[in-house]
């Protein structure tokens, strides 16, 4: 079972309705959205666990429209691309290592059969990236005795207003309710009558012959005429992303029910699709004997570690542009000049649809820089590019992602940088062909192999193989402390090219047990880093099952899980298989950089038990840093400081999983913790 819980990262507003969310994964039977309540205080059961987090949006004259009207467009493409593919389960064969094939008889003639040969019984990385140092970094001060509390609290008006034509368009479908399920992760019958409906009338198109042009210009005609975008986006997302989708769904031989029944979940009721379901193969390796952890020496040695995610960088960001504009990204140079002040693009970014300007990240580093001269490492969650998902290149995200990493080794130069990839790096986002999508014009290696060379600033050419492969790998961080950083794309539900074939893309799971099982003989503690949360709405059910089944068989040996994605400051619990009162691990979901949207921007800080005998390489406490960017745009400047640290402001012992258990626990009986939890 997961709870997953989260306290915003960085909003405007620390006082709003809060947004409960109760989910239940049963084990081997996939995370299952239960229901969505608005509470200030208790979360809700429904015989599983607590899911929470705080969905604060300043609701400013224009703001919410231009959300949902995004959202819609994502809607609607979503809906018409939605995509699976015939087959029978899929069996990996552990006597024929990387076969992956359909053992059943198949619907249709054309019975597909995919091959793949690679070896993931690589050798492991084993000269350390950190010099041998000792450090004993200063912890964050804990009172046992005090009362928890956060740094600040700032109300915000919060209001809504919705131009007619729009709300008229969005109640004609009811795709303001679907847009809505989209930008909040909880998609229900709504949003799967409108995905059924999409992707039926696509497939018909298909099967009677229509052309890749007329497709697209049904599409695009759908788009402008129901004023879900402006002509330039609408035609921009079709153009980019209709190619791929239209070949996926000419491959496909099941109906709307199965595709969106695997896409949505179980808002579209649980259909049993034999060709997505799959299971790793573990070693014929008893678990071993499962202790009580430890709390960390206080006083012991210890790694001081930043976490940055999703930054989001806007090259094209300019201050006084229009911030309330009609598209998916406002604030920039093509949004023309603001026509009122109230409408205009602050300095250092803005709360509306809007990312980080480069002004914004330079004073974030050179901030960390100055207040953080002794950061050990750095885990690097993804999410480089901005949100202007209808007008990218490869060329363009590529650009970005090289300065971006050009500007980390500039201001970092001595500090080892662990990065993982965001579902944003790709053009078109989110998609990632596995590797036997191995055509010239669908291939990701254009973007793998540049990963390749760019991270080789910090990681040794032993990974290589596996960046290149499916941009994931596995390096020695200390003697006996291991880093995996996982290509949580391959859990994308938006990755439509999964529907083709979900078992385990790239073998990267396979890959991850054989390291994990390594790491276990020669007695390492292991790290975890990636962007998508396991178990998040946005990846698929059987790959979090398969990744849950992982992490239980492995719980003495993985210390900490990272990830990003969601924006928002967030945590999950892993609980046992067998005994789901017994929390076995953790995962920490960073902040964002990028204000995208109604955020403030943060950062985090981790500190790791470090090198000595008795480590356990846990997190021994954890930092939320954050700037008020109301206060900076008004007042010329930012002010960058902690919100708070973990212990000191719930009161914890420690941070083992027991205690962010016993915090939830809590939570649910005392409503004034929850709401400081909540800001």
């Given amino acids: 079972m997961t709870h997953f819980v989260g306290s915003e990262n960085a909003t405007r507003n620390s006082r709003a309705q809060s947004s409960v969310r109760c989910r239940s994964l049963v084990a081997g039977d996939g995370l299952r959205i239960v229901a969505r309540h608005h509470e200030t205080a208790n979360g809700c059961f429904f015989g599983g666990p607590l899911y929470t987090r705080s969905r604060l949006r300043s609701k400013k004259k ?117 847009a809505y399920e989209i930008e909040n992760s909880l998609l229900s019958k709504v949003s799967c009558t409108a995905c059924k409906a999409g992707t039926g009338l696509l497939q018909h198109y298909i099967r009677t012959g229509k052309s890749e042009k007329e497709i697209k210009k049904t599409i695009y005609n759908f788009c402008v005429n129901l004023k879900i975008q402006s002509p330039r986006v609408c035609e921009g997302i079709t153009e980019l992303f209709a190619g791929e989708v239209i070949y996926v769904l000419g491959k496909l031989k099941i ?10 979940g179980d808002g579209c009721g649980d259909v049993y699709n034999p060709y997505h379901e799959w299971e790793v193969i573990f070693p014929p390796v008893p678990k071993p004997k499962v202790e009580e952890q430890r709390i960390p020496e206080p006083q012991a040695p210890s790694f001081k570690v930043l976490h940055l995610s999703d930054t989001h960088f806007d090259p094209y960001y300019l201050e006084g542009s229009n911030a309330d504009c009609a598209e998916p990204l406002c604030c920039r140079l093509t949004n023309g000049p603001a026509l009122s002040k109230e409408q205009s693009a602050g300095k250092w970014g803005d709360y509306r649809k809007c990312d980080s300007p480069k002004i914004t990240v330079d004073n974030m580093l050179k901030h960390i820089q100055d207040t953080h001269p002794d950061i050990d490492y750095i885990l690097w969650t993804g999410d480089l590019p901005p949100h202007d998902i209808w007008n990218q290149t490869k060329d363009e995200n590529l650009k970005i992602i090289k300065e971006s990493v050009k500007q980390m080794s500039e201001m970092f130069p001595n500090v080892p940088i662990f990065p993982a990839l965001g579902n944003h790096e790709s053009a078109p986002v989110n998609s990632f062909p596995p590797p036997f999508v191995d055509s010239p014009e669908s291939s990701i290696s254009w973007l793998y192999d540049e990963m390749d060379t760019q991270w080789r600033k910090w990681l040794p050419s032993s990974v290589s193989n596996t960046v290149r492969r499916g941009a994931f790998y596995s390096v020695l961080v200390r003697p006996g402390f291991r880093l995996i950083s996982l290509n949580m794309n391959y859990c994308n539900n938006k990755n439509w090219w999964l529907l083709l074939n979900s078992t385990d893309p790239a073998t990267e799971l396979q890959w991850f047990i054989y390291e994990l099982q390594s790491a276990e003989f020669n007695g390492e503690k292991v790290h975890v880093i990636g962007h998508i949360p396991p178990g998040h709405s ?72 470090g090198d000595h005998d008795k480590t356990t390489r846990a997190v021994m406490d954890h930092e939320s840093w954050t700037m008020n960017l109301r206060e900076a745009n008004l007042y010329g400047y930012p002010i960058w400081f902690k919100l708070y640290s973990a212990r000191q402001a719930f009161g914890m012992e420690a941070l083992r999983p027991k205690d962010w258990d016993e915090l939830v626990e809590k939570m649910t009986n005392e409503p004034q913790l929850f709401e400081l939890f909540y800001k």
């Fill in 62 to 178: 224009g703001n919410k429209i231009i959300i949902m009207r995004s959202r819609i467009l994502f809607v609607v493409c979503t809906c018409v691309w939605v995509v699976c593919i015939s087959g029978g389960p899929i069996i990996i064969d552990n006597r024929e290592p990387n076969v992956i094939q359909i053992d059943q008889e198949p619907i249709a003639p054309d019975k597909i059969r995919i091959l793949d040969s690679w070896n993931y019984k690589l050798p492991s990385h084993n000269i350390p990236i950190l010099t041998d140092k000792v450090r004993n970094h200063s912890l964050p001060e804990y009172d046992g005795n005090a009362t928890p509390r956060l740094i600040w609290d700032i109300d915000q008006e919060k209001n809504t207003n919705l131009p007619q034509f729009v709300d008229k368009a969005l109640k004609l479908l009811n795709l303001k309710q679907v």
């Fill in 255 to 264: 109906g709307p029910d199965e595709i969106c029944s695997f896409i949505i």
């Fill in 538 to 609: 946005d990846c698929l059910k059987v790959w979090s099952r398969n990744y849950y089944a992982i992490i239980n068989r492995y719980e003495s040996t993985i210390a900490a899980q990272f990830f990003g994605h969601t924006h928002y400051d967030e945590f999950e619990v892993f609980y046992d298989h067998h005994d789901i009162s017994r929390p076995i691990n953790i995962a920490y979901v960073g902040p964002s950089v990028s204000p995208y949207y109604d955020l403030n921007p943060g950062y985090r800080i981790y500190y790791i038990d």
